[in-house]
Nanobody
Framework: QVQLVESGGGLVQAGGSLRLSCAAS????????MAWFRQAPGKEREFVAF????????NYADSMRGRFTISRDNAKNTVYLQMNSLKPEDTANYYC????????????WGQGTQVTVSS
């Protein structure tokens, strides 16, 4: 069973930065594609970014491209989300997700970390 634990959320002013971390318990972490999603109150969960298991392939939601950066450290079983130029509309609970090698479904999720951006 893969366990994912997010950290790094908090309260920040608009224009500020935060770095989220997601630590995985999985020994096969280095072969998993990892992603970040978010969900704001009253809204559906939305995709933020993903990073392939080799780390060279990333993709972002349009509204976050250029402001957010996903990265991973396979030696530490950790994936990161650096968020810059934060906006109030970035306020949400941010979730880390993982998928089994060779699959397209994110079957493992963390408990989430809250990010609140004040105006």
């Amino acid at each position: 069973q893969v366990q994912l634990v997010e950290s790094g959320g908090g309260l920040v002013q608009a224009g500020g930065s935060l770095r989220l971390s997601c630590a995985a318990s999985d020994r096969t972490f280095n072969r998993r594609t990892m992603a970040w999603f978010r969900q704001a109150p009253g809204k559906e969960r939305e995709f933020v970014a993903f990073i392939s298991w080799v780390g060279g392939n990333t993709n972002y939601a349009d509204s976050m491209r250029g402001r957010f950066t996903i990265s991973r450290d396979n030696a530490k079983n950790t994936v990161y989300l650096q968020m810059n130029s934060l906006k109030p509309e970035d306020t949400a609970n941010y979730y880390c997700a993982a998928r089994d090698p060779g699959t397209t479904v994110y079957g493992y999720w963390g408990q989430g970390t809250q990010v609140t951006v004040s105006s």
